[in-house]
C-alpha cells in the first residue's frame, strides 16, 4: 500500500499525487473542473507571505488552495 | 471586467443580454476557461474595447459586438470565462445559461495552448451540449516560448471538430478562424464531436433515460444525452437552471422519477453514487484529454515556467511579498503626483486665461451680468477646474495600474493579502474587486460576482467603496500635494505627498478588513468559505495598446462621466451661492446649518455640502468647495493647484482640515452610480442603505476621532 499523506504536509516542489479529495462539496466541484482526478500530479510551489495558502502546480498551471482544505486532499508519492 | 463605456456607470444597470440572437446573421458564442484571451479575440473580431487583463474574472457578463465577412453578419458574444458548465460562481452561471440554453449558431471555444489538458475538460463539456463546436488553440506564442509543439491537425481528428491556432494579440492569426466560422455557419463543414463515452454502466443508463425523456418532452435533439447526464448526477443548481429554462417540470411526471429511481438504485449497486458521480465523469473526460494531450504535444518543460516561478518567489515572499506590493502601489502614486503637478498647472493657465476672455466677450455681448456670471462662473469654472484637477492624475495612473493588471500581478496581491481576510472570515478575492474599486467602484461591486459564496460577496460588495476610485484619487492627490508636503518643494515634497496618499489607501484596506470582520461576526456570520484561485503566468504588457486603452476607454470616459454631471452641478452650486433670502445666499444657509456639526468632525459645513452635492459624481467635490468659497462673485486667478491651496488657507484650513478631508473622501457614501449597481447586485434596498451608511458613520467617527486628539495636542 503506498504511503498517504495530506497535500498540506507535501514539501515545496515535491511530485505528489491524487488520491482523495475530501473538501466541502463547493471545493471539491471546483477542484474537478480544474481536472484535479485522482492520479493528477500536484507539486506545492509557493507559499503566501500572509500564510494560510499556498499555490500547486497542477496540470502546467498554478492554483492557489487554501491549507484548510489542503489538509482535505490525500496525496500519494511515487 | 474592467472600465469601459459598457462596463462602468449606468450602463451596468441594463446588461442583461442573457439571450441574445443575430436576427440577420449568425450568432457566435465565445466560450473558454478564464483569462486564455476570449477578450483579445473578442476585441480584434469586432474591433470594440471591451476591456481585457491578465487576471480570471474580469469579464463577469455578456457582452456582444458584431462583425461582417463576406457576405454575412455575425454576432459574437463574449462570455464570462468558465472551468466548466458545472458552475459555481455567478459569473459563471451566466456563462452556463448562455452556452447550454443561448443557441448559438456555432460556439467557439478558446483554449490555452499552455495548458491544453485542463482546457479540453470544457470542450468536452461543451460537444455534450451542441455538435457546433469550434476549438480556438490560442496562446501559440506562449506555447512555442514554452517549447510545447501542438499538433492542429491530429487535434481536430481526435475532437472531431475544426480546430484553429490563433495569436490573439496578432490580428492576422484570426483571418484562419473567421473562415472557419462562417463555413461551420453556412454548413460547408460540419463538426461532428467525438464525445465521451462513460462507464457501460452509466452508458446504459443515459440511454435508457434519453428514451424516456424523448417520449415526454420536447427539447433541442441535442440536449437529450447531456439532461440524461445531469438528472442522473442530480445536481440541484443544474437540474433547476434546465428546468427554469426550457420551461419543464421533471418532479411533475411520475414515470420518470421512478424510471431515476431504478437507475440510481442500480448505479449504487455499481458503486457509482451521489458523491463520487462528478468525480467519474470528470476522470472519464480527464482520461480522454490526457490521451488525446499525450499525442498531439510535445513538451520540453509540461510544468509552470520556471522564469514564472522565479519571478513569484521574490513577488510571494515572506520577507518582501508585502513590501514589494506597497512599493508597487507607492511608485505608481509617486509617479501621478510628480507627473501631474505641471501639466495641471498649464491647463489652470490655459483655462483662465481663456474664461477671462470669455467675460470680456460676454460684456461685448451686452449679456445680462447675472446670465454671464452663471455660465462662465458656474458651469465652465467647475467644468475647467475638473479637467485640471483631473485629467492629468488620471492619465498617469491609470496607464501605470493597467500596466500591473496585463502584468498579471493582481492575483498575486490576492494570494499574498490572502491570510489576513480569511481571519476576517472573508475571500481573498474581495483584493481583486478592491483593486477594480481603485478604477471605479460601481465596476468593482459588478466584480465581486467572482466571489463564490454569497455572504462573502455581500461582505465585499459593501465595502468596496472604503477603496478610494479614480474620482477621489486626484483630490486626495491635490490636498497631500498642498497641504501634507506643504512648502517642502521637489524631491522630499513628493515623496511625502506619495506616503499620505499611500496611507490613506492603507487606512482604506485597514477599514475593510476591520469592517468584514464586524460584519462577519455580527448581520453576515459565517466562517470564511474555501476558495481556489488561479495565478496566471505574467505576460508581457503591450504598451501601446495600454496607453491607448487606458487614455480613451478609461480616463476619457471618466472624465466625460465627471463632465457629465459637473455641467449642472456647477449651475446648481451657483444658483445656491447666489440666491438667497435676506442677503444670504442659500448655500450659506445651508452651511452655516451644518456647520457645528461639521466642527465636531474638523471641518466646516461647506465641504459638507461638498460633499453631500458630490453624491452624483465624488470627482466634483472640490471643485464645489472652490466654487462656495468664492462662490460671491469675487474672482481668482487658478494659476496652479498652489492656488488652491491659498484659497483653502484664506478660509481657515489647517492641517486637520486636510487630513480629515482625506479620510473623509476615503470613508465617505458611494456615488449614486455605485449605489445604483449595490441595488442591482444585491437586489435589496437594506444592503443599499448600508453600503451607504456604514463607510459614511465611519468616516465621521474617525473625523471626530482625529479633531479630538489634535485638539487636546494643540490646547496642551
Not at chain 2, 493647484?641 to 478631508?661: E, M, P
Amino acid at each position: 500500500m503506498r504511503e498517504l499523506l495530506c497535500l498540506n504536509d507535501l514539501k515545496f516542489n515535491e511530485y505528489g499525487y491524487i488520491y482523495d479529495i475530501n473538501c466541502d462539496d463547493g471545493v471539491k466541484k471546483r477542484l474537478l473542473d480544474l481536472g484535479l482526478v485522482k492520479d493528477t500530479c500536484i507539486i506545492p510551489i509557493l507559499k503566501s507571505p500572509s500564510s494560510g495558502i499556498k499555490a500547486f502546480d497542477i496540470r502546467g498551471s498554478l492554483i492557489a488552495i487554501r491549507d484548510e482544505d489542503s489538509n482535505l486532499i490525500n496525496v500519494y508519492k511515487k | 471586467m474592467g472600465l469601459t463605456k459598457s462596463s462602468t456607470g449606468t450602463n451596468l444597470l441594463n446588461s442583461n443580454v442573457q439571450y441574445l440572437k443575430n436576427e440577420n446573421g449568425f450568432t457566435v458564442a465565445l466560450a473558454g476557461n478564464p483569462n486564455v484571451g476570449k477578450s483579445t479575440i473578442f476585441n480584434s473580431l469586432t474591433g470594440l474595447h471591451q476591456h481585457t487583463g491578465n487576471w480570471p474574472g474580469k469579464t463577469v457578463s455578456n457582452a456582444t459586438g458584431s462583425f461582417d465577412y463576406l457576405d454575412t453578419n455575425f454576432l459574437l458574444v463574449d462570455i464570462p470565462g468558465t472551468y466548466s458548465i458545472l458552475s459555481s460562481s455567478q459569473e459563471e452561471d451566466i456563462a452556463r445559461d448562455y452556452i447550454c440554453f443561448g443557441n448559438p449558431d456555432v460556439t467557439v471555444v478558446v483554449v490555452d495552448a499552455t495548458c491544453l489538458e485542463r482546457n479540453l475538460n470544457l470542450v468536452f463539456q461543451i460537444m455534450e451540449i451542441t455538435d457546433n463546436v469550434i476549438v480556438c488553440v490560442n496562446l501559440l506564442d506562449e506555447a512555442k516560448k514554452k517549447h510545447i509543439d501542438i499538433d492542429l491537425d491530429l487535434l481536430s481528428n481526435m475532437l472531431g471538430v475544426p480546430v484553429c491556432g490563433t495569436i490573439a494579440r496578432k490580428k492576422s492569426t484570426l483571418d484562419n478562424l473567421i473562415d472557419v466560422i462562417y463555413k461551420v455557419c453556412k454548413k460547408e463543414i460540419i463538426p461532428t464531436p467525438k464525445k465521451i463515452t462513460y462507464l457501460p454502466i452509466i452508458e446504459n443508463s443515459i440511454n435508457l433515460l434519453e428514451d424516456k425523456l424523448k417520449t415526454l418532452f420536447n427539447f433541442p435533439s441535442n440536449l437529450y444525452r447531456w439532461i440524461s447526464l445531469k438528472l442522473l448526477e442530480n445536481d440541484k443548481k443544474i437540474v433547476d437552471s434546465i428546468e427554469k429554462n426550457l420551461d419543464v417540470n421533471f418532479t411533475n411526471d411520475n414515470k420518470l422519477l421512478n424510471l431515476l429511481d431504478n437507475l440510481n438504485n442500480n448505479l449504487d449497486d455499481s458503486r457509482v453514487n451521489k458523491t463520487n458521480f462528478r468525480n467519474i465523469i470528470t476522470s472519464s473526460i480527464m482520461k480522454q484529454a490526457e490521451k488525446i494531450c499525450n499525442k498531439v504535444c510535445t513538451f520540453e518543460n509540461k510544468g509552470y515556467s520556471v522564469r514564472d516561478k522565479k519571478i513569484d518567489k521574490i513577488l510571494t515572499s515572506k520577507t518582501f511579498g508585502i513590501p514589494i506590493m506597497l512599493l508597487f502601489l507607492g511608485g505608481i502614486f509617486w509617479i501621478t503626483i510628480v507627473g501631474a503637478n505641471y501639466p495641471s498647472s498649464i491647463l489652470f493657465s490655459f483655462f483662465g486665461y481663456i474664461q477671462e476672455n470669455l467675460i470680456d466677450f460676454a460684456n461685448l455681448l451686452n449679456c445680462p451680468t447675472w446670465l454671464s456670471n452663471m455660465l462662465i462662473l458656474g458651469v465652465y469654472r467647475t467644468l475647467t477646474w475638473i479637467i485640471s484637477v483631473m485629467l492629468p492624475p488620471m492619465a498617469i495612473f491609470f496607464p501605470l495600474f493597467t500596466f500591473l493588471e496585463d502584468l498579471g500581478y493582481l492575483p498575486r496581491i490576492a494570494f499574498n493579502m490572502d491570510g489576513f481576510f480569511k481571519k476576517c472570515c472573508c475571500s481573498g478575492k474581495q483584493m481583486i474587486t478592491m483593486c477594480m474599486g481603485f478604477g471605479c467602484n460601481a465596476a468593482g461591486v459588478t466584480g465581486c460576482r467572482i466571489i463564490n459564496s454569497p455572504r462573502e460577496k455581500l461582505i465585499a460588495i459593501l465595502t468596496n467603496c472604503f477603496v478610494p476610485c479614480n474620482g477621489r484619487f486626484p483630490f486626495l492627490i491635490t490636498i497631500a500635494t498642498i497641504f501634507i508636503a506643504g512648502n517642502i518643494q521637489g524631491f522630499t515634497g513628493s515623496i511625502i505627498s506619495t506616503m499620505a496618499v499611500l496611507f490613506v489607501i492603507l487606512l482604506g484596506i485597514f477599514m475593510t478588513l476591520i469592517i468584514s470582520k464586524i460584519l462577519s461576526k455580527t448581520i453576515l456570520k459565517g466562517m470564511p468559505s474555501s476558495f481556489v484561485l488561479e495565478l496566471p503566468p505574467y505576460r508581457k504588457p503591450q504598451f501601446g495598446k495600454i496607453l491607448v486603452r487606458s487614455i480613451f476607454d478609461r480616463t476619457l470616459f471618466v472624465l466625460g462621466r465627471a463632465i457629465c454631471v459637473a455641467a449642472p452641478a456647477g449651475l446648481v452650486i451657483w444658483i445656491f451661492a447666489n440666491v438667497g433670502i435676506n442677503g444670504d445666499s442659500l448655500l450659506n444657509i445651508i452651511a452655516n446649518f451644518l456647520n457645528p456639526f461639521a466642527n465636531l468632525m474638523g471641518l466646516d459645513g461647506y465641504i459638507l455640502v461638498a460633499f453631500i452635492f458630490g453624491i452624483p459624481a465624488n470627482e466634483i467635490v472640490l471643485p464645489i468647495i472652490l466654487m462656495c468659497y468664492l462662490g460671491n462673485g469675487s474672482l481668482v486667478d487658478l494659476d496652479d493647484t498652489f492656488a488652491i491651496g491659498n484659497i483653502l488657507v484664506q478660509n481657515g484650513w489647517t492641517i486637520l482640515t486636510a487630513i480629515n478631508v482625506m479620510i473623509f473622501t476615503c470613508l465617505h457614501f458611494p456615488c449614486t452610480t455605485t449605489l445604483l449597481t449595490i441595488k442591482k447586485e444585491t437586489g435589496k434596498w437594506k444592503w443599499t442603505i448600508l453600503s451607504f451608511v456604514i463607510p459614511t458613520v465611519c468616516g465621521i467617527a474617525l473625523c471626530m476621532f482625529t479633531t479630538f486628539v489634535y485638539n487636546i495636542f494643540v490646547t496642551f
